[in-house]
């Protein structure tokens, strides 16, 4: 499974740095890395609905606050 | 344009000449206007630059010619427009007319080499023969009645890479120069002028397919914030969209990337150059060849983010947009070439907005926020060492950073001449080849007092703090 996540302006300055801490922590924690790789993009060209994070090929809007819960319904669900 | 956007009217007519050749670039209609763009530039019959409309338009099909790229011959991307040199005298220390006869010969006595004369009248005359031009007359004479007429492009080639041909134009040595476009901004006639690849920026944009094909990445460096003040810098971000760039990011950020790399490499060997200034780098080549090994690894700012950029999509064209002459030179190094595609000025920016008319005033406000603070201050003279001082603190690294910022290519010199003899007291040097760091660069539209300030200002504006946080983000 592949996680990315927006670091472009936009993204950054909605919390796109704490989402892939977030993330980063809950992979690790769940011991996940060998499953899901983290990566970061530059522009999705959906700013209005950052944070941007695409799971595989599927969008999602993703805030600091939601980042856990869309950890658990999205990556460690599905993966 | 009721807003001066440049220092010199040679900026403003370079900026034409950008201007139209891009405009035709865009509508693919370049080939047919190639050799009307001269007439459009300087039409009627009246000259009002040089003796003839005739001359004025074989200088500008010369300007055409290297913002297409210049001579594929010439290695160099700082190139002498032969016919547009005005040959200035170069006579170096001459006794001028002011010169009243008096009888105290100042001038006489302090010249230590007896070439001093005087005729009938008791005016002064130099020897050349025995002159070494060391100013000592010209300082003495109480009437400033001896001058020095030394060429602008050679009195601003602190590198010494100018001097004058067999023709009595100006001439560069390839081996001596860094590229710092420092003759090219003084040279009052504009006959030095730096190689322009906005052709292959145009290209690189229109055959992305709206950034369908691949995707085209604008770097800015945090220069921007201290040009283009007629508009925000959200509009000026806005406006690289216009032009069809996919995204645009900071410079800085890249710039937290190298200071983080650096001061653990400081730590490791003891001593260091900074290696983000390209002219600073190519002078430690061509004058303390012996001093390379201690230039820091780390690539710059803009190569190390353009790597990184590659690696998170690997079709991407990056372009690096900034303030730097040099960059040119350096975008062609091996070592750099595969990350960045294309180098562009700001003035070369100003000419693709107009060339397409997208007028900055009148949009909507971007986000440009990449990097901290202290990424951001790369821009000006200190900010690489103070950022460097605070990668080290971050990092919890014991050393003891004794660190001088050069300011100016001749400060360079003084500090790697004492190196050189070992007696130069600090452990870093921080090399800027333009005075004031990058926002003296050649490129800039404008050069101003404010300019620190503006970066300072901006640097305070980033959402995030400290280089860790910035960075944290990349990994």
Known sequence: ?79 | MGVRKFDTKVQHLKYKVLREVARHAWNDTLLDNLLSIPETIAPGKTPTMRCCVYKERAILSERVKMVMGGDKDNPNVIQVIDIACDECPSAGYEVTDSCRGCLAHRCEDVCKRGAITFDQNHVAHIDKSKCVECGQCAKVCPFTAIINRKRPCQNACKVKAISINEDNAAAIDNSKCIQCGACVYQCPFGAITDKSYILDVIDMIKKSENNQKYKVYAIVAPSISSQFVYAKLGQVIKGLKELGFFTVIEAALGADMVAQAESQELAEKGFLTSSCCPAFVQYIKSAFPDLLPLVSHNLSPMAALAQYIKKTDKDAKVVFIGPCTAKKAEAQLESVKPHVDAVMTFEELQALYDSKDVDITTLGEDVLDNASYFGRIFARLGGLSDAVAQGLKEQNIEFDLKAIACDGIEECRMALLKKSKNVLDANFIEGMACVGGCIGGAGCLTHGEKNKAEVDKYGREAFEKTISDAVAILK
């Open chain 1, 1 to 79: 499974m592949k996680v990315t996540v927006c670091i472009g302006s936009s993204c950054h300055v909605k919390g796109s740095r704490q989402v892939v801490e977030t993330l980063q922590q809950l992979i690790s924690d769940n011991n996940l890395s060998e499953k899901v790789e983290l990566a970061g993009t530059f522009c999705m060209g959906k700013c209005q609905q950052g944070v941007c994070v695409n799971v595989d090929d599927d969008f999602y809007s993703v805030t600091p606050d939601s980042a856990a819960y869309f950890f658990e319904e999205n990556i460690k669900a599905k993966v």
